[in-house]
């Protein structure tokens, strides 16, 4: 942090390499939107980004509660920035509860802005706050307290629209935004452009809005309470052209390049379920790719519609979080037993049952794998950011539709919802999706064999003399007739089971981040990419022996994997579950693995993960 | 962009052998599915649907063996699902004949939820529910198409619960066509299921099927020469509501809003229940009717025309392509809010 030339009005301009600002209040005081657009000025001011959304499930939480409060939280930085930050460096709070529940994330001697007019008796109350802390000196002793009539000065700016108080009222979350948008130097033209769009058709919104976010950023300027402001120079990135991106419109795109390049249409069948739900909306816009979205009436149907496509010779996507993937087993084992390709989107999060449905949580690893009756092994793939969803749904279509197996993808909540500068890719660079329909008569059966990959034949109905009648009974290979033959059974199961296993012929050899031997290897999967990089980069500035491996490809593992592990003499796996990759890895390869986990329904601090690498290297564990 | 897509494609001219396929029929000798097989096999090369163009699908359970025997294209999938299954076939492929073959315990049970949606969206697709009132394939339970009272296996002292109609449930999903015929009716099978066939939307065809082994003679009403006779009642577009043997000829006209039955030449012509398919409403009411009160109608209860879902969907679809052209997920990546980075 070096202090550089103040800017005019005497006011100090501090460069710093990053910076975490959460923005909390009440669900209806548009912080999500708030979070957003201070996102997109970020990415103009050239940062890296992270963010992390984090909102109740209900709709419209009563105002007021502690279980209303929704946040955006996002840190930016001048370097790589890999998670959305563990703690604060900047809290807005809107209400009390924003506070109560948000403040014990606050960096001592971090920023703290509150709204002083939602600080009333009856918010109070329902905050659970005896007296109003805003008078009382502790939080002005442990962090710089600005407290700002933001519901005041933003009435006040747009008194003269004709507007109802209702709509005014919605307005003041701009103040916040154009506050801290002069805290820490950020462009307000990307929010200026986006209200003047949005607001099209309404000028006196579009005027209020323009109005309270000047106003805002004005106050921040002029009021004699903030003696510093903040600049974060842009991150050193790899140079194109660049978009943000969150895991679910990514997972979406994904799917439509698929489509693209394979010259397939695609069949996505979905029940409205959160965290996944945007999947569905974001297909259904694109009807062009030759997309057919299908809100089915169960998560059931959802699946078996995508598997009828998939017969038909469409490629069939389904999506849904845990529990709706549970109802999907059965149909899961049929696309396995017919050998169909089909990808499987599960959106992870907090469980069991409904569990917590806006929450993150990496715990349906073992169903992925597992979950189905009998032996009925899928390919089973994770991407590590927001960004790496497009790639890693493309990577499902191309795996499902050569060897046809079903693929399942599993992302989370964090990785759905969060978005990250994305590097936009150059389509043409995607490994091409060759899907050959058999049309040759001659010596067909349905379940001849591909020798490379097991695949059999992927036949499109209307095909001439290609008759055949496949099921969920056991079949004898080759021929697909009905079998009940123990010893076929048999070579049946290990055949599914080794289609998917050279599925590790098309893994590339895994990147190891760090010494290719030391003390520790930490092994992550999913979601966790951020906060394990982050972590492992600290501890090898600390100079500790610790590399890391992020696993895309969890069924199969990779082939290199079993050599890596054993180039380390300890293993660490931190993971948002009770201990799951780690049971896998402890088996597979008879490897003393150690989990490091924690079940909150949020993301991984790269503290408590840099925590648990020290102690382990320091052989405290 | 329909079935008529597949129909449009000259058939060659079929028998009934060209739509055998080469696996040995499983059922239990005396099935009642042995005559369904054999009428639909006779009524395909009526289509005219090149074969390879046909599939049939199926769920789970005595009936939904049945793709397996037709030498088509075709997929036995999961108990209750094929409604499911078939509706995103269509999506994927309208350019084929879509056949669901099901049972009253797949259909209407497992699998109701599905049967109510694929009848509501009106899905192309032609289904034919095997109703024999029991569940035959895991021995001998009671279904949801069992008389109340049913002594079963698993309800030895008798069921507890109504059976479902499922006529009246098609027609209260919104089917566009259901019909209703019977196993030991050759002709009058091979009749309906080309109508069914014929109909664009969902056609929902109840069959009564024997199941001799567990349910035997459960339709004996329309088995037994003499009680055939007397509750038979042929449903003909155009033709009035007449039943019973021809010295005692019986008619079904409406009393205020109710059905009734009454001597046929007691009532004035004018006072006849003619038959109309394009009537839902009466369709409704004659999905009630059954022995011994009523006689069992058989034949076509409504055909009306109505949306096809996948229609709809595939329209939106090249109407999206025709105005602002075929997707392009270059141009895609790049559009909406992008920053340069050098």
Same mark, same amino acid.
């Given at each position: 942090m070096s202090e550089i030339a103040a800017p005019a009005k005497g006011k100090s301009l501090k460069e710093l390499d990053r910076a975490v600002v959460r923005f909390a209040g009440d669900s209806g005081d548009g912080m999500q939107l708030t979070g957003e657009q201070f996102t997109t000025e970020s990415a103009w001011a050239g940062n890296d980004i992270a963010t992390l959304p984090n909102f109740p499930a209900e709709i419209r939480a009563p105002a007021g509660t502690l279980f209303g409060v929704s946040s955006f939280q996002l840190q930016f930085g001048s370097q790589r920035v890999y998670t959305p930050g563990d703690r604060l460096d900047c809290l807005v709070a809107m209400n009390p509860a924003a506070l109560k529940v948000h403040l014990r994330d606050l960096k001592p001697g971090g920023l703290l802005v509150v709204n002083t007019a939602a600080f009333d008796k009856r918010n109070l109350d329902k905050a659970g706050y005896a007296a109003n802390p805003l008078e009382e000196s502790t939080l002005a002793e442990r962090y710089r307290l600005h407290k700002v009539d933001m519901t005041g000065l933003t009435y006040e700016a747009v008194k003269d629209l004709p507007l109802g108080t209702k709509e005014k009222d919605r307005t003041k979350n701009f103040f916040a935004l154009g506050l801290v948008s002069w805290i820490y130097t950020r462009p307000l033209e990307p929010t200026l452009e986006w209200i003047t769009k949005k607001f099209v058709k309404n000028p006196s919104i579009a005027e209020a809005n323009t109005r309270v976010l000047k106003a805002g950023h004005a106050y921040g300027e002029?009021?004699?309470?903030?003696?510093e402001h903040y600049t974060v120079e842009a991150a050193e990135m790899a140079p194109g052209l660049y978009r943000a991106m969150t895991g679910n419109r990514a997972l979406a795109w994904g799917i439509l390049a698929a489509a693209e390049r394979s010259k397939v249409p695609v069949v996505y069948g979905a029940y409205p379920i959160t965290p996944a739900s945007d999947i569905l909306h974001e297909l259904a816009l694109h009807k062009r790719f030759r997309v057919r979205t299908i809100q089915a009436e169960d998560e059931i149907a959802a699946i078996t519609a995508a598997i009828g496509a998939a017969f038909g010779g469409a490629i069939g996507v389904t999506g849904s979080s845990g529990p709706g993937i549970a109802l999907k087993g059965e149909a899961i084992g049929l696309a396995v037993t017919a050998e169909l390709p089909l990808v499987i989107f599960d959106i992870q999060r907090g469980g069991p049952s409904t569990g917590l449905p806006t929450k993150t949580e990496q715990a349906d690893l073992m169903q992925a794998m597992y979950g189905r009756n009998s032996e009925s092994p899928v390919v089973v793939l994770a991407p590590a950011t927001p960004g790496d969803c497009f790639y890693v749904a493309y990577e499902a279509v191309r795996i499902a539709t050569k060897y046809m197996v079903p693929v399942m993808v599993l992302s989370d909540g964090f990785l759905a919802n969060g978005s990250e500068p994305w590097l936009i890719p150059d389509p043409q660079t995607l490994p091409p999706i060759e899907i050959g329909f058999r049309t040759e008569k001659?010596?067909?059966? *349905?379940?001849?064999?591909? *020798?490379?990959?097991?695949a059999r034949p992927w036949v499109r109905p209307g095909t001439p003399g290609l008759e055949h009648r496949i099921g969920g009974i056991e079949k004898q290979d080759v021929t697909g007739n009905i079998s009940y033959d123990p010893d076929n059974h048999d070579h049946m199961v290990r055949t599914r089971a080794e289609k998917v296993r050279r599925v590790a012929q098309e893994i590339p050899p895994t990147t190891i981040n760090g010494p290719a031997t030391g003390d520790l290897l930490v092994v992550g999967w999913g979601g966790t990419y951020g906060a394990i990089t982050a972590a492992v980069e600290r501890a090898q500035t600390e100079g500790r022996a610790v590399a890391s491996i992020h696993l895309r490809y969890l069924n199969p593992l990779p082939p290199d994997l079993g050599h890596i592990l054993r180039e380390y003499r300890k293993v660490l796996v931190p993971e948002i579950n009770s201990g799951q990759l780690v049971r896998v890895l402890r088996a597979e390869y008879l490897v003393d693995a150690v989990g490091f986990n924690r079940v909150r329904g949020l993301p991984l601090a790269s503290e408590e993960i840099l925590e648990a690498i020290t102690q382990l290297v320091e052989g405290h564990v | 962009m329909s079935a008529g897509g597949a129909e449009a494609k000259e058939a060659p001219k079929y028998t009934k052998k060209d739509f055998e396929s080469d696996q040995d029929v499983r059922w239990c000798p005396g099935c009642g599915d042995y005559a369904i097989l054999s009428a639909v096999q006779k009524a395909? $090369?009526?289509?005219?649907? $090149?074969?390879?163009d046909i599939v049939f699908v199926s769920g789970i359970g005595c009936s939904s063996r049945f793709p397996y025997y037709m030498n088509t294209y075709g997929f036995h999938t999961i108990h209750g699902r094929a409604p499911a299954i078939a509706t995103g076939l269509r999506l994927a492929r309208p350019d084929l004949k879509v056949f669901v073959v099901t049972g009253d315990g797949d259909g209407l049970s497992i699998g109701g939820n599905h049967m109510l949606h694929v009848l509501r969206r009106n899905v192309n697709v032609t289904i034919l529910l095997f109703n024999n009132r029991i569940y035959g394939l895991t021995k001998g339970q009671y279904s949801p198409t069992s008389e109340l009272g049913k002594v079963t296996k698993s309800t030895p002292v008798g069921s507890a619960d109504r059976p479902v109609n499922p006529l009246a449930f098609a027609l209260g999903c919104g089917a566009t066509f259901v019909g209703r015929t019977v196993d030991r009716n050759i002709p009058h099978m091979e009749e309906m299921l080309k109508r069914a066939a014929r109909h664009r939307g969902a056609a929902f065809v109840e069959i009564l099927q024997n199941c001799n082994v567990y349910n035997d003679l459960a339709w004996n009403v329309m088995y037994d020469k003499e009680q055939k006779l007397q509750y038979e009642l042929r449903l003909e577009h155009g033709k009035p509501l007449l039943f019973g043997p021809q010295d005692d000829r019986r008619a079904v006209i409406m009393d205020g809003v109710r059905p009734k039955v009454v001597t046929a030449k007691d009532v004035p012509a004018s006072a006849l229940w003619v038959h109309d398919e394009s009537n839902v409403n009466a369709a409704k009411l004659l999905a009630d009717l059954f022995a011994p009160d009523f006689p069992v109608p058989i034949g076509v209860l409504a055909a009306v025309a109505g949306p096809v879902y996948e229609e709809i969907m595939l329209d939106q679809e090249q109407k999206a392509i025709s105005e602002r052209g075929p997707g392009d997920i270059a141009k895609l990546l790049t559009s909406g809010d992008t920053w340069r980075i050098s």
């Open positions: 002029t009021a004699e309470i903030f003696a001659e010596g067909f059966f *349905p379940y001849l064999r591909d *020798p490379a990959t097991l | 395909m $090369p009526d289509l005219g649907i $090149p074969k390879e």
